[in-house]
């Protein structure tokens, strides 16, 4: 018996992606080549964690989740943000951070979104 192939982010995490690519120059072009390419290894309503083949060009970030912060708004609230982590030059996932009492059931829609390039407050070491 085959065993499947591992899955592709799916057009909402790609357009989610999207969101913060704008603001990145042209690391956001290719952090996009990456995402096209990623293979989803893990994932749940909070967490996708991706592989990227080692053929892809690598990002010049630092480890960690990337500079700006993703927010999402949920009813003119802000209800959480997105974190885009990045490791040894290549896309490891995408976290969704909230902020309410309930854990979110599922990935927000773009519509969503605010980008802001205040960065998010340090407590330790975002090694993830």
Known sequence: ???????????????????A???LGPQGQ?????????RVVAS??????????????????PD???????????ADELSGEILIWV???????LEQAWYTDSA??????PSQLEWTHQNRPTSGDDAR
Request: net charge negative.
């Open 21 to 23: 690519c704008h603001h």
């Open 44 to 61: 749940s309503p909070t967490m996708i964690d991706v592989d990227v083949p080692t053929t892809e060009p690598l990002l010049d970030l």
């Open 104 to 109: 979110p059931a599922g990935w927000p829609q």
């Open 87 to 93: 490791r040894s030059g290549r896309l490891i996932g």
């Open 30 to 38: 290719i952090l996009m080549q990456q995402a096209r390419r990623a």
């Open 1 to 19: 018996m085959d065993t499947p192939s591992p899955e592709r982010l799916d057009e909402n995490a790609r357009a989610l992606l999207t969101a």
């Open 64 to 74: 960690g989740p990337i500079a700006g912060r993703l927010l999402v708004v949920t």
